[in-house]
DNA sequence: TTTTTAAATAAGAATAATTCTCTTTTAAGA
DNA sequence: TCTTAAAAGAGAATTATTCTTATTTAAAAA
């Protein structure tokens, strides 16, 4: 992956471009399932073997908070997290923990028309995300 | 609330009913906002001032095995549970922990008619959650 | 009703993901 | 090149959750 196209990333958000923040938003970027810290971790030792903990979570944060990446809800006790920031919805896996990406721009067509005509009362909606749960064929 | 259909809730699954399940469960039904260990620990110890945290987890993964109750998807790292079991959905507060119920019968049948329409290669749909992320006013 | 026993609970230690603290290092503007 | 605020490293601390073991109990059997 193109060195430019992290830095440029960071840059847009006015963060400090550090080794270890392109390493781990690479990371997100090349793994693309919806990683743990520890799948990060993982992953950028191979060529980061010093990478301290701390700083993977920190950076993660940080990443979180300017907008980079976003948690991914889970009914697990580890956070995940998505590098996929355009409207998408996820297809969770029953039987293990895969979580696959579902792009579906006519889906979001139809909810976003079906909310306009029907308002929820006290509630004001930001987005919408279908969580849908059932088994892969290959898993 | 009526012991006697918290017993029976129990019976139905072929559980054995103790004190700790049913003040468990009540308060899961009670407190009716997908509370988390710590929040059901505080409520039955009204009660029952002894119980054990690791009672508590316990119960509550007995509870979830079989199928009385449901653990919420959460982007935080500590698990919310669910008594209510028909299909719906959920709104999510932006601003703070609220989640709250979004039962919607004319949404399902929209979802279900989508996706019976246009099939997703390679899985198979089990159920959907909407996750509806925004603010309450009240919030 | 009493006995029996597998299952459930209490108590607290152990674990694992995550956060925090403090010192050292570094990116990037002056 | 210098300066400095921000970031990283190291490892201790925290917190939600799980595990272990002894004790208690629900509920089936006698």
Known sequence: METEFIKQKLAEKG????PQRMAILEAIYELNNHPTAENIIEF????????????????LETLVE????????????????????????HLYCSTCDLIEDYHDAELDELLKKYF???????????EFVLQIKGTFNKC
Do not use: S
């Open 66 to 89: 300017n907008g980079l990446i976003k948690k991914v809800t889970t009914d697990r006790d580890f956070m995940r997290y998505d590098g996929v920031l355009d409207n998408h919805h």
């Open 15 to 18: 963060m400090k471009i550090t």
């Open 44 to 59: 950028i030792r191979k060529t980061y073997p010093n990478v301290a903990i701390g700083t993977v979570y920190k950076v």
């Open 116 to 126: 306009e005509a029907k308002n929820i009362p006290g509630f004001k909606i930001e």
